[in-house]
């Protein structure tokens, strides 16, 4: 009887197992309410000494869900069992607990405000200028950066930006944009020069006052003088030479640039234009102190070497007293011809100051040396020959104008040497010397 009453129970408790599985994979349909006979809580009623079918039914439901969390593996007891067991092995359509968790799990999205200073870029302005040389460039206006303000919202989903909205933007200060000249004359470029430099004229030339060959010549002007450039007009030139302006052609001028060395070529034609008979002669001549080395040097007539020793001393005289070294010197050689006189040897007086013409030896004066002998000079033609009374001369002095007749070589010669061919010999050496620059 206990047996056959066991074997009732398995087959209703595989028949439970069944239904079980139906509804963990959806194959079954909704267990219907058991009817009133077969009173499965009753079990116990029938084994009062143990109940083993809910004893069993539990290990089931703990071995089912031990199985879906931990493992594929799952206990049989019978036939059926197994057989169940090995569909539940074999089915594709497993669940993955923790995929399924996963999945779910919701992602972490964060959002920031953040405010940037921003650089704002300026742009860059040609503008063409005839007046430069073609292909230069002169910056007229310096490029400045702008700067504005920009809001932004950033998106992040796990630490990574998704996206970025601008939501205010703020110019603080605009650009200033970058202005360039550009040169565009041809003929600025192949002489070399900008408007306003110094240009040199490469031949004797007429300046004309209008672009016209046919209207009156303004005046001529000498090869290799300096003049100063005004503009470009029409093939024409226009240029100032000491206070006028007026027309050239292109092909009449250079430059330092174009030619090396005519500036210095120009500044001795200058000297050489300026000198003659009625020249001033309180003021210095112009040349440098290398100049008066170069022209009161290898001399063959100075045998003593005196003016060639003294070239520098020429030179500081006339920056101190304003009296033209080279009208200075010329006047020593010819007083005591190139330094070979008695008076000039004994005396070292190159001058034959204070001589009468009767007593001239015994009259002139005695110097230390010809350093004072040239001094002395200067100051006497500065202070009584050369300018007029009452101006203002060397180291606060004042001008008596005592036997002043004018500041030239003749104006001196009125009152300084009764030959009166002395100022057309003096002019003389003066010329010889300034033509060895």
Known sequence: ????????????????????????????????????????????????????????IGILFLILF?????????????????????????????????????????????KEIITNELQID???????????PKGEEKIIQQGRFGFKEQTIIKTY?????????????????EPEELIIEIGTSEFLFDKKVHIGDTMYTTKDVNLYN??????????????????KLISEEEGWIKIEVDGMQGYLKPEELTSEGLTPGISEISRKKRILVSLNFDMPLNCPSGLTKEDFEKVLSKNPKDVNHIFENNAELFYQIEQKYNVNGIFLASIGIHESAWGT????????????????????????????SYQYGIEALAKALSKNYLNERGTQIYDGEIATGNYYNGATVSGVNTRYASDPEWANKVYNTMVKLYNKL
């Open 1 to 56: 009887m206990n047996k056959q009453n066991n074997n009732m129970n398995n087959s209703k408790l595989s028949d439970l197992f069944k239904e079980i599985q139906d509804i963990r994979y959806g194959r079954a349909k909704p267990i219907e309410k058991p009817k009133e006979e077969i009173k499965f809580n009753k079990i116990y009623v029938v084994d009062k000494r143990f109940n083993a079918i809910g004893a069993i």
């Open 122 to 132: 300026y742009e860059t302005k040609y503008i063409e200028n005839e007046k430069l």
């Open 341 to 368: 006189s008695n008076i000039a040897v004994q005396k070292k007086n190159l001058f034959g100051y204070g001589s009468y013409d009767y007593s001239a030896f015994s009259s002139s004066i005695t110097f230390e």
């Open 157 to 173: 989903e796990n630490g990574e930006i998704i996206s970025e909205n601008i939501i205010n933007e703020k110019v603080n200060s």
């Open 210 to 227: 209008t672009t016209n060959e046919n209207e009156d010549i303004a005046c001529m002007i000498y090869e290799n003088i300096d003049v």
């Open 66 to 110: 031990t199985t879906a969390i931990k493992s594929n593996y799952i206990f049989a007891t019978t036939e059926e069992e197994k057989i169940a067991i090995n569909t539940f092995e074999e089915n594709n359509e497993t669940i993955d607990i923790m995929e399924v968790i996963s999945s779910n799990i919701s992602e972490l999205t964060k």
